[in-house]
C-alpha cells in the first residue's frame, strides 16, 4: 500500500466520521492517533518479520555455505544492523500519513529530518561491522601476521564517522555539505592537534606494516618502556605488550618508530637462542704447562687427542729455533698453557654437548682482562629457545665449568669476602 493509498484511506476515514457526527477537532486527534498506533504495530511487525524470519533465514544459508568467509557477516551482526533500516523507513514515511490531519508541514519536515540522520547513522553502524569483517578475512592469511590492517581499517572508521557526523548536520541544519568542509578548513589546525595520536599513530602503524617491524605474536624488548615480552595487539594508537610477569605494558603506536626496540623475532625463526656469557679467571693462576701436567691432561678424553697434535707441532717448531735451546728457558719457544687448554676443552664440550648447535656462531674467546681477571666467554647457541629449558641448559654449562676449572689449576676470580679477610688476619675465619 503506497502513501497515495493511505491518503484516499486517510480522506475515507474523515467523511464517515463527519457523516457520523464526530467534529473536525475530533477526527483529526482520531486520524493522528489511529495512523499512530498503525505505524508502531506495522514496525514492530516488520521488525519482528525480518529478524526473525528473513534475517534467521539469510543466516542459516550463510552457516551452510562452503565458505567460512561469510559466516563472519553473521558472528559481526552485519544483517542484524542493517534490519533496523526497516521500521527506521516505515516511520520516514508514515510521519506524512500521521501528522496530515493537522496540516504541520513544520513539524513532519523536523521528524523527517531526525529520522533520516538515525537511517545514516544506521548505515555507517552497519559499514563499520563490515569493516570488522574485512579485518577478520585478511587476519586468516598467512601474512597477516606480518602485515596487519587494524590501524587502516581504525582509519577507515574514523574518517567514515566523520563523513557521517557532517551528513546529519546538513541534514539537521539543511546546510549545504560544501559549506560545511569549507568551514572546517579554517579549523583544520585544531583538528590537527586535537587528533595529532591518531594520525601520528596512523603514520606509524604504515611504517610498522611495510617493514614487517613488529606483529602480533612477536617477542619484543623496549627498555623505555621497560618492555619485555609478546606483543598481543597492534591497534591505531596503541600496541600492547604482555610481559613475561603477565603484566600488560601500552606502548603509543608512534612510539615504535621514534624509540628504538629489540623484536626476538629473528631469533625464533633463527631455530636457536644465544648463550654468550663469561667467566673471570684469576691471572695469577695461568702458568705454562709442566711436563707432569701435560701427563694429567692428556687423561681428559676430549684434549688427548689436541694435546698429542700440539705437543708434535710444538717440538717441530723449537726444533727449528737457532741459537739458545728451548729447554733452556719457558720464555724460548712456543709452550701449552693450562688456560689454552682450558679453552680447548671448552670447545670440545660445547662441540659435543646435545644441546647446543653447532652450524651457528660458536666460540670460546678471550676478552679484554680487567682488573677482575680474565674473561673467556661463552658464544654458543641453544636449540631449546623456551625461556625456562634455555635458562636451564645455560646453567647447567656453566655449573660444568665452575666444577671444572680446578681440574686445570686454575681459579676464578671473585671479590674478598668478609671469610677471607678474617682468614688471611687471623688463619682462622671463625675468629
Not at 659435543?352 to 652450524?359: A, D, G, Q, S, V
Request: charged share 20%; proline share 2%.
Amino acid at each position: 500500500m503506497d502513501v497515495v493509498n493511505l491518503n484516499k484511506l486517510s480522506k475515507l476515514l474523515t467523511e464517515q466520521l463527519t457523516s457520523a457526527g464526530v467534529t473536525d477537532l475530533y477526527i483529526k486527534y482520531i486520524l493522528t492517533a489511529l495512523w499512530l498506533c498503525v505505524t508502531l504495530l506495522v514496525c514492530w511487525l516488520a521488525n519482528f518479520i525480518t529478524r526473525k524470519f528473513i534475517t534467521k533465514a539469510l543466516e542459516k544459508v550463510i552457516r551452510k555455505t562452503k565458505s567460512k568467509y561469510d559466516d563472519l557477516l553473521v558472528d559481526r551482526n552485519v544483517l542484524s544492523r542493517i534490519a533496523n533500516l526497516v521500521p527506521a523507513v516505515i516511520i520516514y514515511v508514515m510521519l506524512g500519513i500521521i501528522f496530515e490531519p493537522f496540516g504541520h508541514t513544520d513539524i513532519v519536515m523536523h521528524l523527517q529530518k531526525i529520522v533520516s540522520s538515525i537511517i545514516v547513522f544506521i548505515i555507517l553502524w552497519a559499514f563499520i561491522a563490515l569493516l570488522a569483517v574485512i579485518n577478520d578475512i585478511y587476519n586468516t592469511f598467512s601474512y597477516a601476521k606480518e602485515r596487519p590492517i587494524k590501524g587502516m581499517i581504525q582509519i577507515i572508521q574514523i574518517a567514515a564517522s566523520f563523513l557521517t557526523g557532517i551528513v546529519i548536520i546538513s541534514i539537521l541544519f539543511t546546510i549545504d555539505i560544501s559549506k560545511i568542509l569549507t568551514g572546517l578548513g579554517a579549523t583544520a589546525a585544531i583538528l590537527l592537534l586535537i587528533f595529532k595520536d591518531t594520525i601520528l599513530g596512523f603514520v606509524a602503524s604504515i611504517q610498522l606494516s611495510a617493514n614487517k617491524m613488529v606483529s602480533n605474536g612477536d617477542w619484543i624488548t623496549m627498555p623505555t618502556y621497560k618492555t619485555d615480552g609478546t606483543v598481543i595487539d597492534i591497534s591505531l594508537n596503541t600496541v600492547k605488550v604482555q610481559n613475561w610477569d603477565k603484566t600488560i605494558t601500552t606502548i603509543p603506536t608512534y612510539k615504535m618508530v621514534e624509540d628504538s626496540f629489540i623484536n626476538w623475532k629473528g631469533m625464533e625463526q633463527s631455530g636457536g637462542r644465544r648463550i654468550k656469557r663469561s667467566v673471570n679467571i684469576d691471572m695469577q693462576t695461568v702458568k705454562f704447562c709442566s711436563s707432569e701436567m701435560i701427563e694429567r691432561f692428556k687423561k681428559i678424553r676430549l684434549l688427548k687427542k689436541y694435546i698429542q697434535q700440539k705437543e708434535e707441532e710444538i717440538v717441530n717448531h723449537n726444533a727449528l729455533i737457532e741459537g739458545q735451546s728451548a729447554s733452556e728457558s719457558l720464555a724460548n719457544g712456543r709452550r701449552l698453557t693450562n688456560l689454552g687448554l682450558f679453552r680447548r676443552y671448552l670447545e670440545e664440550y660445547l662441540r659435543e654437548h646435545p644441546m647446543t648447535l653447532n652450524n651457528m656462531t660458536f666460540m670460546v674467546r678471550q676478552l679484554q682482562s680487567t682488573e677482575k681477571g680474565q674473561p673467556i666467554e661463552i658464544y654458543a647457541f641453544s636449540k631449546d629457545q623456551e625461556w625456562a629449558n634455555y635458562e636451564s641448559i645455560q646453567a647447567d654449562i656453566f655449573d660444568h665449568i665452575l666444577a671444572v676449572v680446578s681440574e686445570f689449576d686454575l681459579k676464578i676470580y671473585q671479590l674478598p669476602s668478609g671469610a677471607d679477610i678474617n682468614l688471611a688476619n687471623y688463619g682462622n675465619p671463625s675468629l
